[in-house]
């Protein structure tokens, strides 16, 4: 696994196996959120097979699939709300939707483009072309 700390409570990773969630788990982490659709990857990495393990591990698990098309304000407030308590682990393909979604959901909660640009590259992920609608999110 290559877990990317974006916050205190915040963590992103490219796509985890169920035999990962005990280590998940163990590494203090009380919830997943699924980013990566299942037409994406093969049936034992779909998101029922990472809820089994979840709910085996004591993890809850949300599934919130992101594509291209599927990136909105929306899905940023619902990734937002799934963020709400404790230390979450958001999981795409590369970690890369996980970083633009929570990205999308900071700056619509008010924080600075800047720094939310700059936590993003910190953990490896270059979202400065984000910049201006990470902006105007903040502005509405």
Sequence with gaps: MDIRQITDRYAV???IDAADLPAIKAAGFDRVICNRPDMEVPPSHQAEAI???ADAAGI???ILPITRET????NAQAHA???SEGKVL???ASGTRSTMIWAMGRAAQGDAATDIIQNAADAGYDLSAMAPFLQSLGAQ
């Design 13 to 15: 990773s490219p796509q």
């Design 51 to 53: 809820r089994a393990a």
């Design 60 to 62: 809850a698990l949300t």
């Design 71 to 74: 990136l909105t304000p929306e």
């Design 81 to 83: 709300a799934a963020m």
């Design 90 to 92: 958001a999981y795409c």
